[in-house]
Structures are given as C-alpha cells and as structure tokens.
C-alpha cells in the first residue's frame, strides 16, 4: 500500500516570528511534487520543520505519515520512519567518512543483527557513486568537508540513493548547481521515481523541473500553499512570473513579512 | 591528605640515602643533592589562570616502588599488550610503575650506536653523553620548586641517544603501566637526536587503576641537534586524585624538527608545561594536543613555542572536550624573540564543552619582539553544533551516536597524527571510553 504524507494546517515559528501560517498539502508515493514560490515565502522553513530542525518551532497543525503524527517523533525516528531531508546546506562533519556515515545511517533503519553485508554496501555505493558521476575518493573523504557546492548537492541525492526512504524532501538541491550537475543530481531523483517513492522538491527555478516531471506543483506565498497545479502551473510561472498570480489573489507583498508592514 | 604548600619540609638525607642504595651515578647523586639544596628557596609554579596553591604535589607514600620484570612481551599483562604491536615492535621499553621491566632494542640500531635504555643505568653506561644534556639545555633544576623536586626523586624513565645521520624507521616505544596505588611516577625522558638523524619516539603512560592519590612529576627533554626531525607521540592514562605536572620541553636547533602528537587523556589533576625552543635558524614545531576532560578533574595545558631562530616556523593544534566537571585551562603561547625574522608563530585552540557544570577557557596570546614575522591564532569554546547533529539525526542517526560522530570527528586532527597504529587505536578507545562514560 502507497504510504501518504500529510501535512495539515502548519503553523511554524522561528525566533517568536510565525512564518509557515495553516500549510495544507498531501503526498503519496509514487507522485512527484514541486513546491515553487519566490523568496522568502516559507518554501524551506516548511521543509525543515518537517524533518524537526531545532531553531524551527511548530505551534499549530500535524504532519502525518501513514497517519502517525511525525512532529511527535525525534528526528532520527522520523528519519527511521522513512522521511529524507536533502538539504540546501549540509553540514560538513569532520572525521567521519562519507562511507561509514553512509553505514551507520543505513544500518540505523535496520534491526541489530540485520546489519548491511560489508560487500553488499560496497557494491551498492559504487554503483551510486558511478550513476552520480562522482569521484571515488569522496566516499573516503570526510563527510562533506572541503566539498564544493555541486559536490555537497550530488552527496545529498547519494545519501538519498542509498537510504531509499519512503519520502524525500528536496530542498534548494538544484541551487548553485551548473548544467552538468544539475543533469546528475535530476537522474539520480528520477531513478528512484516509482511506486515506493515519493518527493516534495522545492525550488525556485523551472529549471530542475525540465529534467524532473512534477505531477503536482504547488506555490507557496506568505507562509501557505496558495495555489496547486499540475505541470504547466510551472511551465507558466517560468514564462510568466508570480505577477499573474498575486494579482489573482490581491496581494502585493508575497513574503511571510507581509503583514508586519 | 592535602598539605600546605608551605609546610611541607624535604627529607633531605632521606632522599640522598635511597639514591645511594640504588646504586646510582655520581652525577645522579650530585643532580639530587643539588636539587635537595636549592628546593626552598624555589619558587612554585604559576601556572595561568590555574591555582595551585592548593594542590598536593609533594607527599608521597613511597619514593620507589618495586614492581615485577618481564622475560618477553607474551608475559605482559593483556592491557599492555594492546598497546603494542606485538608481531613487528622493534623497540620497545617497558616500565612497570617505577621498575624497568622490559627491553628490546633492534640489534642492527644497537650497531649503529643508538643508545635506549631506562636513565639510571644510562647514566652510569653513558655518563659523557647523559650528562652533556641531562637538565642542561631542555629543563633547568632550578627552574622551579618542582623541577628541583623532580630531580630529587627521579625514580624512572629512559635515555635515548640517536647518533649522527641515523635514521630509525621503526619507532621507538615506552610504556609505562601504572598498577601500583602507592607508586608515584618522576619519570625523566632524554631524547637526543644528534645531526642529521631522524626518530619517531611514542609513550604510554597507562593505568588500570580507579584511583591513587600519589604524585606525577614527569620531564620530558627532546633534544633535536643540526638537521635532525624527532616526532614525539603520547598517549597518557592515570588515574584520578593523582596530582601531576608534566613537562615536556623541546630543544631545537638548525633545519631541526620537533612533532608533538599528544594525547592527554590523564584522569587527575594536572599542570601540563609544553615548551619548545626554536633556537635553530630554519627549525620548525608542529604541536597536537587532544584532551578529554571527565568527572571533576582540573587540568592547565599551556603550551609554549619560542622562537630565536630566523625562519622557524611553528604551528600548536590543541582539541578539548569537556564533560561533568571537568575544567581545563588552555593557555597557548607563540613568543618571537627580537631576531627571529621571518619566524611563523600560528595557534589554534578550540573547546568542546558538553555539559553545563565543566569549564573550559581557551587564551592565545602572542608575544612578539620582531618586526617581520607572522603570526595568528583561533581559540573558541563552544557546545556541539546543533545543526551537525540535526544532520546526523536526519539520517536515522541517534542523537547519542550523533554525539559520539561530531566529537570523534572534532579530535580527529589529533588522533592520526599518532605515529603508531596500535597508539591511535588506543587512543581511540580511550576518547570512547572517556565521553561515553
């Protein structure tokens, strides 16, 4: 059975500061969906507050997974629970390997004694590592350390590959990406696209979505989704703007700051 | 029981008459009868921003313990063993708290005149070169109360004499198992690197004991003539309510090389004092330290690179996590003497403070007496970053094992810079053991 995620009425805060305001949105497996929006509009405070960033705070609404509340869970369990958060900036982690921070995190999802075979993880990575064009020396390489940003975005959508969660949540991957990466880090989301796998990608541009289909895009202003499309919903906005839809909605100022001028 | 400073009286005649039934040199003899005759009117130590005033370092139980030998490594207790690379160990000495109680020294090093044997009998076997840097150049007797102090009741260590253009590719080794609750440890090391020669030298300093209450008074002298490179690694383990000041001194002269990698994992109470001379034009040192501070041990890490030479080049790495109690004083010190042009002082300090009760201060300071030199130093105190964590945990990693990961990480500059394999893999357990507990 498709396993659903739904995100219903999120309210979050930052510092006191309320930036997502009542964010409603249901993701199934299988569905591929893009969340756009210009800046400052909540796109990313909604990503984080899912997976449970510490600085975010969530004052009012649920996130379900299956049904189960996920905002009451620890971060490693949401983790466990099969969310991904491919993150706009990873953090770099000293001393740890890329290869055994790979190990750890997938032998975290499985019971002791289940353990992943040494080869069989080997294997795997390899086979990862050559799909994202990536040198082989960055799985012995510490954990981001010293990575470009292409680098850091490529390792994201590695981790992604490896641990093959349920659902990933992609936010900004395509930032500061060149045309070459971007054409890498969108084949290694459209591999794991199928039945057992779900996305909310965010981002600015159309761009990535030349190469990822969503079936569903969504466009976030002053902290709510504030309108949902299917694919063209993008195609216009890249041709078109946000003008179009502001207007249709009578607003002036999309950001979250909106009603504290 | 704690003493006043003040009070505490030396057992001069004492003192002389153990050394004299040990059969000591009459050089040794003198360096403790000159010790015992200037130790009053000496000055304690001042460490910064570390009071000592109420440490203990003097009484002890016995001034010599005696310990058992051992005929081969296999005969080694099994903690000692793991510290050793049992199959390919060339060079090795081992100490059984205040008793030599192992050597090996590669027959082919023997030939070519490196000398490594436990100082006592070093010095009455090779009088001329023990007594040529023996507290002469590295650390002065009186230095301070506790120099002098050392010098009085030295009770082990080892000479090490490398001789001219030698270069030694296995590393020489000391261990010194700790398992005696009454032994206090005054252990000399003299390394003497003549020209042109090259060694790695790694110690042990390891017990398995909870506790003790007695004293360590440890000098360390690192002599690197004309052209020569000493790498110098430690791992050090003794237990808590020991009190301690451990000296480790570097001596470099021309195109010399001293590498410190040190771990100080030590359980007691502490003045470490790791001073190197760059006296040598073109001489460079490069200092790692890595601590891990637990339950309510107090430790002052000042390290210290003097630059006379022109040229010389220094670089002082020190990591620290602290836990519980703990509180530790990192004072670092880049000094360049008027005529060390070109001389290169750099420092980095960083803190890891992971509970709310322990403390730690991180003070670089720079001192410099010349106008064409570089120099720059970091130091922060800080707690694990949270958005390291949250990435770990966002993985499926738990929060205790995230923990475990950024604080491995944080001293892994450290760690790999130990030059034996078996050392960093003890080093190692000895971090797990120590933040996990």
Excluded at chain 2, 248 to 270: C, P, T
Aim: hydrophobic share 40%.
């Amino acid at each position: 059975m498709a396993s659903v995620l739904e995100i219903k009425n999120l309210h979050v805060e930052i510092d006191g500061k309320e930036i997502l305001k009542g964010v409603d949105l249901t993701l199934k497996q299988g569905e591929i969906h893009a969340v756009m929006g210009p800046n400052g509009t909540g796109k990313s405070t909604l990503a984080q507050a899912i997976m449970g960033h510490p600085s975010y705070e969530v004052t009012e609404g649920e996130v379900l997974l299956d049904g189960e509340n996920i905002l009451e869970m620890e971060v490693d369990e949401r983790a466990q629970a099969g969310l991904f958060l491919g993150m706009q900036y990873p953090s770099e982690i000293s001393g740890v390997t890329n290869s055994d921070f790979l190990r750890s995190a997938i032998n975290a999802q499985r019971e002791e004694g289940d353990e992943i075979n040494l080869m069989q993880f080997i294997k795997k990575l390899d086979k990862n590592m050559d799909y994202l064009e990536m040198d082989p020396d960055m799985a012995t390489r510490y954990l981001n350390e010293g990575f470009s940003g292409g680098e850091k975005k490529r390792n994201e959508i590695l981790q992604l590959m490896m641990l093959e969660p349920k659902f990933g949540i992609l936010d900004e991957i395509d930032s500061g990406l060149d045309i070459d990466a971007l054409r890498v880090v969108s084949e290694g989301i459209n591999k794991l696209r199928g039945q057992e796998f779900g996305a909310l990608i965010i981002t600015h541009y159309q761009r990535l979505l030349n190469y990822v289909t969503p079936d569903v895009v969504h466009v976030m202003m002053r902290g709510k989704v504030v309108k949902s499309g299917g694919k063209e919903l993008a195609e216009r906005l890249e041709s078109e703007g946000y003008d179009w839809i502001k207007e249709e909605l009578g607003i002036d100022d999309e950001t979250v700051n909106a009603e504290d001028k | 029981m704690a003493t006043e400073l003040n009070a505490f009286e030396l057992n001069k005649e004492e003192i002389i008459a153990n050394a004299n039934t040990r059969g000591e040199s009459e050089f040794l003899l003198g360096k403790r009868k000159e010790a015992v005759d200037k130790f009053d009117s000496l000055d304690m130590i001042k460490p910064d921003k570390t009071k000592v005033d109420k440490w203990d370092f003097f009484n002890v139980t016995s001034p010599v313990v005696e310990s058992s030998t051992y005929n081969t490594l296999e005969e080694l207790p099994e903690a000692v063993k793991g510290l050793i690379d049992l199959d390919n160990s060339k060079n090795i000495y081992v100490q059984h708290n205040n008793t030599p109680a192992f050597l090996r020294l590669d027959e082919d090093l023997k030939a070519k005149g490196v000398i490594a044997e436990n100082i006592i009998d070093a010095a009455n076997n090779h009088p001329e070169l023990l007594e040529k840097y023996f507290m002469t150049e590295g650390v002065k007797i009186d230095e301070n109360k506790l120099t002098a102090y050392h010098a009085a009741l030295l009770n082990g260590g080892i000479f090490i004499y490398v001789p001219k253009d030698v270069h030694i590719e296995d590393p020489i080794q000391m261990v010194v198992l700790h398992d005696d609750k009454d032994a206090s440890l005054f252990n000399h090391v003299l390394l003497v690197a003549d020209e042109g020669s090259e060694v790695t030298y790694v110690e042990n300093y390891f017990t398995n004991l909870e506790s003790s209450t007695e004293k360590i008074n440890i000098i360390s002298e690192v002599i690197a003539l004309n052209n020569s490179k000493i790498t110098y690694g430690s791992v050090d383990f003794l237990p808590k309510e020991m009190t301690g000041y451990v000296n480790r001194r570097g001596v470099a002269s021309d195109d010399a090389n001293i590498d410190w990698a040190l771990g100080l994992m030590n359980d007691s109470n502490i003045v470490y004092d790791n001073t190197t001379y760059l006296n040598g034009d073109r001489s460079e040192s490069d200092l790692k330290i890595v601590t891990v501070g637990r339950g309510e041990t107090k430790a002052n890490f000042t390290t210290q690179i003097i630059h006379y030479g022109k040229d010389s080049n220094a670089h002082i790495l020190k990591h620290g996590v602290m836990k519980d109690k703990a509180t530790s004083i990192f004072n670092g010190v880049g000094y360049i003497k008027h005529g060390a042009t070109r001389a290169d002082a750099q420092q980095e300090s960083r803190i890891l403070m992971l509970s709310e009760k322990a403390r730690g201060d991180a003070n670089p300071i720079l001192l410099i007496d010349e106008d064409d030199v570089t120099a720059g130093h970091a130091a922060s105190v800080g707690r694990v970053d949270d958005l390291q964590l949250f990435y770990l945990m966002s993985r499926g990693i738990e929060k205790k094992e995230a923990e475990r990961l950024v604080i491995h990480g944080f001293l892994d500059p450290v760690v790999k810079a130990l030059p034996i394999e078996s050392v960093r893999k003890q080093l190692k357990e000895i971090i797990e053991l120590k933040v996990l507990s």
